[in-house]
Nanobody
Framework: QVQLVESGGGLVQAGGSLRLSCAAS????????MGWFRRAPGKEREFVAA????????DYADSVKGRFTISRDNAKNMVYLQMNSLKPEDTAIYYC??????????????????WGQGTQVTVSS
């Protein structure tokens, strides 16, 4: 199990940027695939981005491609989500998640066994 704590959320105007951080505890962090999900008001939680343990495989939801960048620093047990050109529809609670899946790149919630508490991102128009 990996414990996860997100930070960096806040209120930003449309077109602005935010950088979310996720601090992980656990000696095996570097072996986990990591992901970001979000839950908008009145909607189900959805996949945003994922990165393999090595950083060699990355994927994004179509809605954020070209605007968001996921990265990780295994030496610091950190995962980041750089969000640029933010839109009001990006408003959501953002969650960091860890997956012990050792092959491929997980995208579904059920593939992630550890979750953070979430951080609120609000984009005003």
């Amino acid at each position: 199990q990996v414990q996860l704590v997100e930070s960096g959320g806040g209120l930003v105007q449309a077109g602005g940027s935010l950088r979310l951080s996720c601090a992980a505890s656990g000696r095996t962090f570097s072996s986990y695939a990591m992901g970001w999900f979000r839950r908008a008001p009145g909607k189900e939680r959805e996949f945003v981005a994922a990165i393999r343990w090595s950083g060699g495989s990355i994927d994004y939801a179509d809605s954020v491609k070209g605007r968001f960048t996921i990265s990780r620093d295994n030496a610091k047990n950190m995962v980041y989500l750089q969000m640029n050109s933010l839109k009001p529809e990006d408003t959501a609670i953002y969650y960091c998640a860890a997956s012990s899946r050792s092959w491929g790149l997980p995208h579904r919630e059920v593939e992630f066994g550890s979750w953070g508490q979430g951080t609120q991102v609000t984009v005003s128009s």
